[in-house]
């Protein structure tokens, strides 16, 4: 069973920095595209940031120049370093993989880390 654990949320000030993390275990798989999601409370979930197989990035406008995504592939983990945090960052951060095991495809979530910005 393929299991994605998040780490490395938290309370910090704004302006602080985080840095978490995602590890993907579980069997014999193959990581394509992860991903970092968010959900304040009373919103939908967004995309943050994605990250391709080959390192391709993509970020969400409102993290643009704050927030980077990359990913070790020997480890199986994926990390969001996250810079001049502001109070609307905060939110629960999902790690989300797609993975091909058995000749299939899965998506896989983990189950979330809260990172809270406030003074």
């Known amino acids: 069973q393929v299991q994605l654990v998040e780490s490395g949320g938290g309370l910090v000030q704004p302006g602080g920095s985080l840095r978490l993390s995602c590890v993907v275990s579980?069997?014999?798989?193959?990581?394509?595209?992860m991903g970092w999601y968010r959900q304040a409370p009373g919103k939908q979930r967004e995309e943050v940031a994605r990250?391709?197989?080959?390192?391709?990035?993509n970020y969400a406008d409102s993290v643009k120049g704050r927030f980077t995504i990359s990913r070790d592939n020997a480890k199986n983990t994926v990390y969001l370093q996250m810079s001049s945090l502001k109070p609307e960052d905060t939110a629960v951060y999902y790690c989300?993989?797609?993975?091909?095991?058995?000749?299939?495809?899965?998506?896989?979530w983990g189950q979330g880390t809260q990172v809270t910005v406030s003074s």
């Open positions: 579980g069997g014999a798989f193959s990581i394509n595209a």
């Open positions: 990250i391709t197989s080959g390192g391709s990035t």
């Open positions: 989300n993989a797609g993975v091909t095991q058995f000749g299939s495809w899965y998506n896989y």
